[in-house]
């Protein structure tokens, strides 16, 4: 085993990301980290006191790179759209990391910056008290249970396939829907799902 050197955040941060993207959430481990550092199991401990801490490395690293400062401009369903935006772009290399972000979104430092720059999208669209409360926590709803649809069942994927074959005569619904689904891409989904959420917000 080569000798112990100094890790920083990033590196472990990067390592884990690198497995994580190999072998899916599954390979997560102290071992498979270290051993992708290349350091004994037990020396990873000095930097990460255990999988939590891993893990919120992780959301860090997939959304550190993304803008976290409150978009410019007079309409705040534009700026509040582009925020949604760069939290997809940001996940979309790297999808395995979905059920971490929903996790840990309270611990990751660029999460919070991300929340925060929304809060003051909706405070500048004149939100307060309760109803900024309900909006925030509307526009992060919609968004991870987008996410999660996109890369887990995607409109674009066998399961509407399935219902779009379904008998007419038991899901006339179901069926009509989903062969509508079939024709439509996923921006569309996503672009046509936040302006339905935006144009419901309204303050009072």
Known sequence: MPRPRSLTTDD?????????????????????????LRIATMGLYRYVADRDRLEVLVVDR???AMETAPPEGPD????????????????????????????HRQSS??????????LTVLTD???TGRER???????????????????YASIAGPGTATIAALP????????????????????DEFR??????????SPR
């Open 133 to 151: 409360v309900i909006a925030q926590r509307t526009v992060v709803g919609f968004l991870l249970g987008f996410l999660q649809n996109e890369h």
């Open 125 to 127: 669209a004149g939100f």
């Open 168 to 187: 007419t005569e038991d899901f006339p619904l179901l069926v009509q829907t989903a062969s509508q689904a079939r024709t439509m891409s996923i921006d």
């Open 12 to 36: 472990i941060g990067n390592a884990a990301l690198a497995v994580i993207d190999r072998d899916g959430l599954d390979g997560l481990t102290m071992r498979a980290i270290a051993k992708e």
């Open 109 to 118: 430092a660029a999460s919070l910056h991300w929340m925060e720059a929304m």
């Open 192 to 201: 046509g799902g936040v302006e339905i959420v935006l144009r419901g917000l």
């Open 76 to 103: 705040w369903r534009v700026r509040a759209a582009a925020l949604l935006t760069r939290m997809r772009a940001a996940v979309a290399d790297h999808p395995a990391t979905i059920p971490l972000i929903l996790r």
């Open 62 to 64: 997939v959304l550190g």
